[in-house]
């Protein structure tokens, strides 16, 4: 006698992958997103530039420097090949920033750099020189122009004094007016602070 009854059809596995995707998911994000910060420079450098929001990388000259000024000078070169040395910037307020299109610390804070240099530009006792230590200068070029950044771009023609530049990047060197550096910082910083600006107004006044 046949059984009426429906036989219960057998359910299907459930997807353990997708199991393990629920249950880890947000293992596999932190995953995802550090293997990201590795191969993405772009990925890096907006992660550092939040950071930089915080307010905890804002650069600040806290003191002057004891160095003398002439061990300070080095020639540099503009993107027309002309060369300068910083001695002839004497009676001039130098920024100087060591970076490089591939770092991500240099494009994290690339952005305040331009800023700085837009709020100055037009002021005779200041000098903007941002050194580029891309192996080819037209990598470096390349993302001044995709950024749409103004600022210009110089490459050193020589040794420069381990006092200035010892390899690290990013490097921003401040020198006052008479050539001795008052501020030297290695790593990635915020120089578009209200304090920074501030600081730099001062230097330029300083006689």
Not at 62 to 91: W, Y
Not at 182 to 201: C, P
């Amino acid at each position: 006698m046949l059984n009426n009854k429906e036989v219960p059809t057998k359910k299907p596995p459930a997807n353990k992958l997708w199991q393990y995707i629920r249950k880890n998911g947000f293992t596999i994000l932190m995953v995802v997103f550090v293997g990201v910060m590795f191969v993405s420079p772009d990925a890096k450098s907006f992660v550092l530039r939040q950071l930089m929001a915080t307010g905890l990388f804002n650069a600040s000259m806290d003191g002057k420097s004891a160095d003398t000024s002439s061990a300070n000078d080095f020639d540099f070169k503009d993107e027309k090949g002309n060369v300068q040395s910083t001695a002839s910037l004497r009676g001039k307020v130098v920024f100087i920033n060591f970076w490089a299109s591939w770092c991500p610390p240099c494009r994290a804070e690339f952005p305040s750099i331009e800023t700085l240099y837009t709020q100055f530009k037009d002021n005779p006792d200041i000098f903007f020189l941002t050194i580029n230590e891309d192996n080819d200068p037209a990598m470096g070029k390349a993302y001044l122009d995709k950024e749409k950044f103004s600022i210009p771009m110089y490459q050193s023609n020589g040794n420069v004094p381990a006092e200035v530049f010892s390899g690290s990047l990013p490097t921003t060197i401040v020198l006052d007016k008479n050539g001795k550096i008052r501020l030297h910082h290695t790593g990635f910083a915020n120089y578009a602070s209200a304090k920074f600006v501030k600081q730099i107004e001062e230097l330029i006044n300083e006689q």
